[in-house]
C-alpha cells in the first residue's frame, strides 16, 4: 500500500546538512520525493512509496543528522506525484 506525506521539519535543521541527510536517508528506505529549506527556517519534504517505508523514514527525520535538532515534526496526507526518486530542491 502506498503513502504521501508532506513535512514540515521545525529545529536546527538547516546549514546541518539536514536536506543532503534525507536525500540518502530516503534513497536508502526507497522513498521518493524532495526536500527544501523553507526561509522562516524550516524544512519542508514530500515523500511518497510503500506505506511502511515511509512511517520509517519520518521517524528517522526526528533524529536526522548528527548537529540537527528536531524540535518537531508537522506531517500531513499529501497527493502522490509520481516520483520515482528522491532528490533537494
Not at 536525500?23 to 519534504?45: F, H, I, K, M, Q
Request: no cysteine; net charge negative.
Amino acid at each position: 500500500m502506498s503513502d504521501a506525506r508532506r513535512l514540515i521539519v521545525h529545529g536546527r535543521v538547516q546549514g546541518v546538512f539536514y536536506r543532503d541527510w534525507t536525500v540518502d536517508t530516503a534513497r536508502s528506505l526507497g522513498v521518493a520525493g524532495w526536500v527544501r529549506n523553507l526561509p522562516d527556517g524550516t524544512v519542508e519534504a514530500h515523500l511518497e512509496g510503500e506505506a511502511q517505508a515511509v512511517e520509517r523514514m519520518i521517524s528517522a527525520m526526528y533524529d536526522g543528522p548528527p548537529r540537527a535538532q528536531v524540535e518537531r515534526i508537522e506531517a500531513s496526507e499529501a497527493e502522490a506525484e509520481g516520483l520515482t526518486i528522491f532528490s533537494r530542491r
